[in-house]
C-alpha cells in the first residue's frame, strides 16, 4: 500500500517560505502555498492591500478561500498550472505540487490585472464582488499590478517547477530515511533473534543441569537415609527423609498452585527440621480450619514468612521462642497468619518492606518478595499487614482471594 504523504513531510516549510518571498519580490507577484485541504501551509507573500482587505472581511474572506480550494482542485486533476479568475475579476494561478502521483497542495499566486484579453479564462466561483460603492477597496484596486498574460503563465510554471523539484528531493529524503530505518530494524531483529537463540541455548543448558543436580541430591539424600537406617542412627535418618521430601516438594511444585493441606505438610517439616537444629527452645504450632485445608494457594507463600520468623526473630532470642501458623476462610477470603515472639521489629523496618521502593536493602527481604508475588498474582486483591513490637514479637497477615480459576 502507497503511504500516504502530506507537504510537512517533504517540504521544510522554512525553505519554500524563502522561494516564495524570494519569488514575489522579483515578480510583484502575490503567493501563497496551502495543503490538500485547501489550509495556509506558508505565509503571504506580497499580498495586495486589495486582498488583504478583502481576505480578512468577515463577508468577503470566504470568496477567497472557495477560490482558493476550487482552483486548487482544478490544478490536482490536470496536473498542471492552473491559471484562472477570481471573484474580484483578478488572474491568478494555482500550481500544483504533486509526488509519486499524490496531490499534496498548490501555490496560489497572482492577484494582478492580465494587460491582454481573458476572454478565455473563467472565473473559478460564481459569485464576483461588486465594490462601486467602496472607496476603501476602489483605491486598492488602483495599485493592482498590470501583467503581460505571458508573464502569468511564466511565473506559474516557474513555481510549479521550482516548488516540485523540491518536494521531489525531499519524497526521495524521505524514502531514504525509511530504508535506513527499515535496514537498522532489520539488523536489530536479526541482533535479537540471534541473542534470543542464545538465551534459549543458555536456559536449555542451565535446565539440564538443574535436574542433574537435583537427582545428584535427592539420590544422595535416600542414600544418606539408608546408611543412617543401616548404621542404627533414627535421629539421622528421620531428619534425612524429611529434608528428602522436603527437597522433592520443593523442585516439584515451583510456580504451581497447592492445596493448603499440602503447603502444611511441606511447612511441617521444615518446622520439624528447624526444630532439630534450634533444640527445645524452639516450638510451632501449624492450625488450619477444616473448610480451608482444600482450598488452592499459590506454593511457597507460607514459607518465606516462616524463615523471616525463624531467622529474624527466633534466633535472635534467647529462651524459649514459639512460631504459630494459622489459616482461616472468611468471607471468601483466606486469611494466612504467622505469629512469633521473637525479637520483633522495628517501625523503620516495617515501612521499608510494606514501601517495596527496592532503595533500601532490608533484612526481612523474604517479605518484601513476597508482597511483590502476591502482587503480581491478585494486584489489589491481596493484602499483607505488620504488627510488630521490639522485644514482644510480630505477627504476619496475608489476605488472598479464593482461587477462582484465573
Do not use: W
Not at 60 to 80: F, P, V, Y
Amino acid at each position: 500500500m502507497r503511504k500516504l504523504l502530506e507537504l510537512t513531510n517533504v517540504v521544510e516549510v522554512e525553505t519554500l517560505q524563502k522561494i516564495q518571498d524570494d519569488f514575489s519580490e522579483a515578480t510583484g507577484f502575490a503567493a501563497i502555498t496551502v495543503d490538500y485541504r485547501g489550509k495556509p501551509f506558508t505565509r503571504h507573500s506580497g499580498c495586495s492591500k486589495y486582498c488583504s482587505i478583502i481576505r480578512y472581511r468577515k463577508d468577503t474572506k470566504d470568496l477567497c478561500g472557495k477560490c482558493d480550494s476550487r482552483a486548487g482542485l482544478e490544478a490536482a486533476r490536470t496536473g498542471e498550472p492552473y491559471i484562472y479568475m477570481c471573484h474580484s475579476g483578478f488572474v491568478d494561478f494555482a500550481a500544483p505540487i504533486i509526488v509519486n502521483g499524490q496531490y499534496l497542495g498548490s501555490i496560489m499566486g497572482g492577484q494582478v490585472v492580465s494587460a491582454d484579453q481573458t476572454s478565455n479564462l473563467e472565473y473559478i466561483i460564481d459569485e464576483t464582488l461588486d465594490i462601486e460603492e467602496d472607496d476603501e477597496l476602489i483605491e486598492a484596486y488602483t495599485q493592482i499590478p498590470i501583467v503581460p498574460m505571458k508573464k502569468i503563465k511564466a511565473a506559474a510554471h516557474l513555481m510549479f517547477t521550482i516548488a516540485n523539484k523540491i518536494a521531489q528531493k525531499g519524497y526521495v529524503n524521505v524514502m531514504q530515511k525509511e530504508l535506513h530505518e527499515q535496514s537498522l530494524q532489520l539488523v536489530q531483529s536479526k541482533i535479537t533473534k540471534a541473542n534470543l537463540e542464545m538465551a534459549l541455548r543458555t536456559s536449555e543448558r542451565k535446565t539440564l543441569q538443574s535436574q542433574v543436580n537435583r537427582q545428584f541430591l535427592i539420590q544422595t539424600l535416600n542414600t544418606v537415609g539408608s546408611l543412617s537406617y543401616l548404621e542404627k542412627a533414627p535421629k539421622t535418618e528421620e531428619a534425612t527423609f524429611t529434608l528428602l521430601d522436603l527437597v522433592k516438594y520443593f523442585v516439584s511444585n515451583i510456580g504451581k498452585d497447592v492445596s493448603i493441606i499440602e503447603e502444611f505438610e511441606y511447612l511441617h517439616n521444615y518446622l520439624f527440621l528447624q526444630q532439630i537444629r534450634l533444640g527445645e527452645r524452639f516450638s510451632y504450632e501449624l492450625v488450619v480450619d477444616e473448610s480451608a485445608k482444600n482450598l488452592i494457594i499459590p506454593s511457597m507463600i507460607i514459607q518465606p514468612i516462616v524463615e523471616n520468623a525463624i531467622v529474624h526473630g527466633v534466633e535472635m532470642k534467647s529462651g524459649k521462642v514459639n512460631v504459630l501458623v494459622s489459616i482461616k476462610l472468611i468471607n471468601k477470603t483466606i486469611e494466612i497468619r504467622v505469629k512469633d515472639n521473637g525479637v520483633g521489629m522495628h517501625e523503620h523496618q516495617i515501612e521499608g518492606i510494606l514501601e517495596l521502593s527496592g532503595r533500601e536493602i532490608v533484612k526481612e527481604m523474604n517479605l518484601k518478595v513476597l508482597k511483590q508475588r502476591l502482587i503480581d498474582r491478585y494486584g489489589i486483591r491481596a493484602q499483607i499487614t505488620i504488627d510488630s513490637e521490639e522485644k514482644l514479637g510480630t505477627d504476619v497477615t496475608v489476605r488472598i482471594p479464593v482461587f477462582d480459576g484465573d
